[in-house]
Structures are given as structure tokens and as C-alpha cells.
């Protein structure tokens, strides 16, 4: 199970997993607490990973102002947004990410719980080349495996979905850095490997 919570909350919750038998890497969580933690569940057959204000893998997406809705996830968007930002994208995130977009609608409004806001899409990408970049690629890696296997009787019309994703960050407003970075291109590294560590 994979959770976000706030740096405020983070002893709270800590505390929570703990009350539930959940045991802490104690070596994984004194390394990276500022960040992340990991616990498992006392008979090893699952664990738990969290982290605390952002996602940080191969591009950092800020979540600080995000954990506070009525839903039980974070927002759609940024769900998406998690997946399209790995660098290295395996079939299991392509999986996962098409299967959101078959589950549900892209949507102008940002507050609608329902759908995956563009709005944060267009705000995130718009002030970061390198992540925009990595997604405008992983976009057409999803395009190919729903290609090659589409998923049986989607909710919503995805090759339309992955189109009016691409449209969208096409329009999205760039901020200077954006642009700035922009012309420089792939000639200098656009994205982080993240340190994998072992459980």
C-alpha cells in the first residue's frame, strides 16, 4: 500500500502504523524519514510505503498543497501526473496509467473528484521542461500499448483522452525557467534515477 501524507502529520501517522502492528525499516526510515518511510505488516505479506510531501523519483511533484480533499486518494491528476513522471516506465505503470484514463474523464474543473484535472496537469508541466518531457514521451509509450492491447469496454475513449492530454500540455502557459530549459534540450540530463533500495 502506498500512502502521502503531510511532514506535519508524519509522527501521527507513524504512530498509527505502529498502534496497528505495522513494523518500521528502522535502517530505510532513519535514512530517508525527511522523506519517506516503510513499514511491514508483522507477517511479511505486504507492506506499506510512504511519503511526505512530495513524490520524488525521476522528477519531483509537490503535494503539499494536494492531500487536503474530500477523497480517499490524492487527486486524480496527480495519480496520473506519479506515473507519467517515471523516467524508466515499465509495463505495470503503462498498465496502471491506461487504466485510469479508461476509468475516468479528463476535466477542466480541478475540483471535480471524479475526473483527472487538467488544470494541474497544465500548472505542473507548464513550470518544468524536464517533466513535461518525460510525460510527452511516456504519453506516446501509452498510445503504443493501447495499441497493442486495449483494455475491453473502457469507460472513456483513451487514444482521445491521451490526445486531449498531449493538446493540453501543448497549450499550457510555460514559465521562463520552462523555456529557458527548453533550449537546451536532452544535451544535458532532463530527469533523476532514483536510488532503489532494497526491503
Known amino acids: ?30 535514512l530517508h524519514g525527511e ?17 511526505i510531501d512530495e513524490l520524488s523519483m525521476s522528477h519531483r511533484l509537490d503535494l503539499r498543497d494536494r492531500l487536503t480533499g474530500p477523497a480517499p486518494t490524492v487527486p486524480l ?13 515499465n509495463t505495470k505503470d503503462l498498465g496502471d496509467t491506461l487504466c485510469l484514463l479508461a476509468d ?4 477542466d474543473d480541478d475540483s ?25 514521451r511516456n504519453l506516446g509509450k501509452l498510445a503504443a500499448q493501447w495499441a497493442d492491447a ?8 483513451v487514444p482521445a483522452q491521451i490526445q486531449r492530454l498531449r493538446t493540453a500540455i501543448s497549450a499550457a502557459p510555460k514559465t521562463r525557467a520552462w ?12 530527469y533523476q534515477t532514483p536510488e532503489e533500495v532494497g526491503h
Request: charge should be negative; charged fraction near 25%; include cysteine.
Open 1 to 30: 500500500m502506498d500512502f502521502a501524507v503531510a511532514a506535519k502529520a508524519a509522527t501521527q501517522f507513524k504512530d498509527l502504523l505502529t498502534a496497528e502492528g505495522y513494523l518500521p525499516d528502522k535502517f530505510f526510515n532513519g
Open 35 to 51: 522523506s519517506r518511510l516503510y513499514f511491514a505488516a508483522p507477517d511479511g505479506q505486504w507492506s506499506i510505503d510512504v511519503i
Open 77 to 89: 491528476a496527480d495519480l496520473l501526473l506519479s506515473k507519467l513522471q517515471v523516467w524508466e516506465i
Open 104 to 107: 475516468h474523464r479528463l476535466s
Open 112 to 136: 471535480d473528484a471524479e475526473a483527472i484535472g487538467l488544470p494541474r496537469i497544465a500548472a505542473v508541466l507548464g513550470a518544468d521542461w524536464g517533466f513535461c518531457h518525460t510525460t510527452e
Open 150 to 157: 486495449p483494455i475491453p469496454d473502457p469507460a472513456q475513449d
Open 179 to 190: 523555456r529557458m530549459r527548453s533550449r537546451i534540450g536532452e544535451r544535458v540530463r532532463w
